[in-house]
């Protein structure tokens, strides 16, 4: 399936803890580089996090040191392992991959603090 599966949001009080789960199986035309980004309402969808085929990751200066993201080889997945959350991270979370140039998006899962 080239669009990727997000898995594992819900509902936390703040301080607590949420993994989420990106499964993108391996194509030849898409790139394994995946980023997390996440949409508030009223907000514009806005990046957290990223990880690259060889395992470079970057974060977003409001996720730093509370969300590590990590990549699992065999499974196929990313997951974004999120600590420490604070009211703010209340949004929807979304798995982005690119195919032949294009962003492909998930449909995302629900996180609410």
């Known amino acids: 399936q080239v669009q990727p599966v997000e898995a594992g949001g819900g509902s936390v009080q703040a301080g607590g803890s949420l993994r989420l789960s990106c499964a993108a199986s391996?194509?030849?035309?898409?790139?394994?580089?995946i980023k997390w980004y996440r949409q508030a309402p009223g907000k514009e969808r806005e990046f957290v996090s990223g990880?690259?085929?060889?395992?470079?990751?970057s974060y977003a200066d409001s996720v730093k040191g509370r969300f590590t993201i990590s990549q699992d080889n065999v499974k196929n997945t990313v997951d974004l392992q999120m600590n420490s959350l604070k009211p703010e991270d209340t949004a929807k979370y979304y798995c982005?991959?690119?195919?032949?140039?294009?962003?492909?998006w998930g449909q995302g899962t629900q996180v609410r603090t």
């Open positions: 391996r194509y030849t035309y898409c790139s394994y580089d």
């Open positions: 982005s991959r690119r195919c032949l140039g294009s962003n492909i």
């Open positions: 990880i690259d085929s060889d395992g470079r990751t």
